[in-house]
């Protein structure tokens, strides 16, 4: 079946340090991936997607780009802020239209 | 255009009861899936539905149950309360095709407590 694994937290960085989470997939055929972000007490967020490898997505200066060679699909961002303090999922969908998540990461971002 | 809406927000119930929760889609959205979250599980697949129908299931018992209606909302029922039954169970809505389609939005979720 399919699956996700993602670098395990907690990650407390310092506001504008360059962040990277890890996260790796496996799953038959052509998956399309996701990164999710739960702010406290909230649903997920979309944050960004790629369909298709070597897909980059990107949204509010996060970026990660569909690695088939590695089945990797990366987090990263510049420069975080404090309001960046959330949990991120990274999550694949296949053929069979369900979601599949990875445990989640949380980051805490201090001023 | 209005996100995913789920109520109740926060629901109490006591083992053995039974509980319905509801979720209303983004208008247009065919598709509704449902996820139970807890601290030790994760993030896991309840059941989707499309056009009224099931179309997808996750490994959870019969107590677990769902429908959706005409206008898409959906529901989901669990009956005879466990204490591990206690979680936040999110209903996402997707237009229901195939490809850039399959992104699904989440809504704030309903925290159900089990006592």
């Known amino acids: 079946g399919n699956s996700v694994t993602q670098m395990e937290g907690p990650v407390t960085l310092s506001e504008e340090a360059f962040l990277t989470i890890n996260c790796t997939y496996t799953a038959t055929g052509y998956p399309s991936l996701f990164w999710y972000v739960q702010y406290p007490g909230e649903g997920l967020q979309l944050l960004l997607k790629a369909t298709k490898a070597d897909d980059k997505g990107s949204n509010k200066g996060f970026e990660a780009t569909y690695r088939k060679e590695t089945t990797s699909f990366h987090l990263e961002k510049g420069s975080v802020q404090v309001s960046d303090s959330a949990v991120y999922f990274c999550?694949?969908?296949?053929?069979?239209?369900?979601?599949?998540f990875g445990s989640g990461t949380q980051l805490t971002v201090l001023p | 255009k209005a996100g995913v809406t789920q109520t109740p927000r926060y629901l109490i119930k006591t083992r053995g009861q039974q509980v319905t929760l509801s979720c209303s889609p983004i208008s247009g959205h065919r598709s509704v899936s449902w996820y139970q979250q807890t601290p030790g599980q994760g993030l896991q697949f309840l059941f989707e539905y499309f056009s009224e129908t099931q179309r997808n299931k996750g490994n959870f018992p019969g107590r677990f149950s769902g429908r959706q209606f005409s206008n898409s909302r959906s529901e989901m029922n669990v009956s005879t309360l466990e204490l591990g039954d206690s979680a936040l169970y999110l209903c996402?809505?997707?237009?229901?095709?195939?490809?850039?389609?399959?992104?699904?939005?989440f809504g704030p979720g309903t925290r159900l407590t089990v006592t």
């Open positions: 999550a694949l969908i296949g053929s069979a239209r369900q979601l599949t």
């Open positions: 996402a809505s997707s237009l229901g095709g195939d490809g850039p389609t399959y992104e699904q939005y």
